[in-house]
């Protein structure tokens, strides 16, 4: 026990040693300055105990106080293809303000975590998911172009008249996220919150966007893929994949933060239903090689579309693994596993189509060969 103790002291005396050389070796550099009467430190006051107080004698904001007050204020900003942080405006006219509290949401609920809570708060946006995929089997298949001089735009090829139609839908949302009067609005309608997930706010939020930079990327990818597809399988068809993708994208995201008890990240932006019409393409050529079109042949890569999906749906798992917070990637693959299933579905049903084309055909063959076996039998 002596021999403990006497090892003990030692170290004890090594370690004060040591603090006393680091200590002279600051002094001598520079860095550190003995102060007198120092009542909470020997080695005096430094820079982070000045920020530690400054932040200590700060008021308390809970995160439900957080999200109101940000919800107000244009919500959240939106990064590129991912989730919201808290963003401030930095107007301060007396109209600004009025409309800012007009706009907060006080219907929020952050306390309750149990999982009637949970199951209750996802119900509402389960039944409206059904009901909004049915909507678009109905109007794939039901779906009848209008003759050229119904249309809008009769000289714009459907295409381009389709994708141009959501882009300006988006254009608009977000032109109404810097207007005031519409706060209130947009946040109840285009801003998907998990406290208080509000049912059109599934689909809403699919044509919402607070960055231009995001609306930007998004509807460039859109122009780009959308239009191609669009000319693959039709308006009627191509809408379906759009709306499903975009809505069953929120629907993951929300019950991934719903389940995980995360109440106060928002989200909004056209990705998801992105991700399901770039899935749709790439299946439906899943044979075929894409290259980038602006590149010379000698320098752009030919990309298998199959391999293409995959690479697209493996990032996105890396994402989550690795816990990249700034992009739902939880949306993305919902958008991903949407447009495949609706291509897979377009592929079979067009598949029967054939089958059932070429079975009339051979009967109608077989039958000729009936008729004119009678024919000859009754001469």
Known sequence: MDEDAAIMRRIEEEARESDAELLANAERIGIYKPQENSETSKYGKSGLDSIREHYENQPIKSQADEIRNASSDSAMIQHPHGRAVLAR?????????????KAKLEDLDFSDVSWTTKVVRLLPSTVFVLAVIWFCLLLAQNYVP?????????????????????ILINATAVVFWRAPPMWRFMNKYFLLIPARPRVWSLLGNTFSHQSPAHFFGNMLVLWFIGTRLHDDIGRGNFLAIYLIGGVFASYVSLCRFVLTSNLVTTSLGASGALTAVLAAWCTIHSGE??????????????????????????????????????????????????????????????????????????????????????GISGS
């Open 89 to 101: 405006r930095s107007e301060s006219a007396e109209w600004v303000k009025r409309y800012k509290e």
């Open 289 to 374: 090689n894409f290259r980038i079109r602006f590149l010379p042949p000698e320098l752009g890569p030919i990309i298998s579309l199959n391999l293409l999906l995959v690479v697209l749906v493996g990032a996105e798992i890396v994402g989550i693994i690795r816990g990249y917070r700034r992009i739902d990637h939880w949306a993305h693959l919902g958008g991903y596993a949407s447009g495949f299933a609706g291509a897979q579905a377009l592929k079979y049903r067009a598949r029967k189509k054939r089958e059932e084309a070429h079975g009339t055909t051979k009967m109608s063959e077989h039958m000729g060969k009936v008729n004119r076996i009678d």
């Open 146 to 166: 209008p003759p050229k001089q119904a249309r809008l735009w009769p000289d714009m090829p459907p295409a381009a008249a389709t994708i141009i139609t959501i």
